[in-house]
């Protein structure tokens, strides 16, 4: 999946922004992981996720997911997006429709917590076809 959404906002507002979504992903039970301008969210158990796939309750799948940040004049833009699960994804229609599930509540929780603090300018979401 190379779904990706876009969360605008005000250059000035940028670290704000960053740090409402990491502390809104570790309310959600990500662990957040911090490198640069970037942040890596990672929730469930690769483990049990490789040996069991859709086995694993849809709470202990493991996901991870990245924000970024692009400056352009006065605009920012936090792009989310998925990062490396590698061999660590349940398959079929099962796990397909688990991973949307999460990708939607994830988007909600930033989308979220971005209003909520009042720095985001707008949303863009792109789904591959």
Do not use: K
């Not at 942040?39 to 796939?53: E, V």
């Not at 202990?60 to 994804?89: D, K, N, P, Q």
């Not at 991973?99 to 971005?114: D, F, H, K, P, S």
């Amino acid at each position: 999946m190379d779904a990706t959404t876009e969360f605008a906002v005000h250059t000035g507002d940028r670290c704000t922004a960053m740090e409402v979504a990491g502390a809104a992903l570790r309310q959600a039970g990500h662990t957040v992981e911090t490198t640069g301008g970037t942040l890596t969210a990672t929730t469930g158990s690769r483990a049990l996720t490789i040996l069991l796939g859709a086995l694993v309750h849809p709470s202990r799948e493991f996901r991870r997911y990245e924000l970024s940040t692009t400056v352009s004049g006065t605009a920012t833009t936090i792009t989310l997006r998925h990062a490396g699960h590698g061999t660590a994804v349940s398959g079929g229609g099962i796990g397909a429709g688990r991973r949307q599930t999460a990708w939607q509540q994830v988007n909600a929780t930033l989308e979220g917590a971005l209003r909520s603090a009042g720095v985001l300018v707008a949303r863009t979401e792109h789904r591959p076809f």
